[in-house]
């Protein structure tokens, strides 16, 4: 995709204020937080090793620490089906 249609792209969503390495930020946050795997995100956004990826462009958010934290709780409570087979968790 060339700036110029980059720079169309953002003044046409009244994103004026972001730059072009705020929208890739953005792009590849959303894809970790939908559940993307990292080396689909890594060819993405063309990084030669999927660290850069998210050391760089992935940042942490609240759902995700709110999910991971539910997920957590649900293991150690013993409600989570997380790791049983389908057998195990049919016949709980």
Do not use: W
């Not at 730059?19 to 060819?43: C, S, Y």
């Not at 709110?66 to 709980?92: Q, Y």
């Amino acid at each position: 995709m060339s700036a110029g249609c980059v720079g169309l792209s953002v003044e046409l969503a009244d994103l004026e204020s972001l730059g072009f390495h705020d929208l890739r930020r953005t792009n590849a946050t959303a894809m970790v937080l939908d559940g993307v795997d990292v080396k689909t995100a890594q060819a993405r956004l063309g990084h030669s090793d999927p660290r850069l990826t998210l050391a760089i462009y992935a940042q942490a958010t609240g759902e995700g620490d709110r999910s991971a934290a539910e997920k957590l709780g649900a293991r150690l409570m013993g409600t989570s089906d997380v790791g049983r087979s389908t057998s195990e968790s049919a016949g709980s």
